[in-house]
């Protein structure tokens, strides 16, 4: 059984910077394929980070030069370094494997959904 463990949120300033981490288990993790969703207040959850077992990664348009996602295969865990964030970037963040087409509708995932990390960029 999957399992996945996000942590790392906070309530920061717009510009100021976190970093996500997320714990995976259940899964043979240095051959998946990994991403880091958002579901903003009142929208759905949409991936925006995602990286492939090989340590290639790809990102939605509006976080691109300012997140980066990495992985520590050793560790099983995938990470999500936020930089210059806006309020825009508000919502709850999770991790899940990945297959199908990513950044499109049929992106699917391996596992269910964890407690996820809550992310507010306010003034």
């Known amino acids: 059984q999957v399992q996945l463990v996000e942590s790392g949120g906070g309530l920061v300033q717009p510009g100021e910077s976190l970093k996500l981490s997320c714990v995976a288990s259940?899964?043979?993790?240095?051959?998946?394929?990994m991403g880091w969703f958002r579901q903003a207040p009142g929208k759905q959850r949409e991936l925006v980070a995602s990286?492939?077992?090989?340590?290639?990664?790809d990102y939605e348009d509006s976080v691109k030069g300012r997140f980066t996602i990495s992985r520590d295969n050793a560790k099983s865990s995938v990470y999500l370094q936020m930089n210059s964030l806006k309020p825009e970037d508000t919502g709850d963040y999770y991790c899940?494997?990945?297959?199908?087409?990513?950044?499109?509708?049929?992106?699917?995932?391996?596992?269910?959904w964890g407690q996820g990390a809550q992310v507010s960029v306010s003034t």
């Open positions: 259940g899964m043979v993790f240095k051959i998946q394929d």
């Open positions: 990286i492939t077992s090989k340590g290639d990664t």
């Open positions: 899940n494997g990945l297959a199908g087409y990513y950044f499109s509708d049929l992106v699917r995932i391996v596992g269910s």
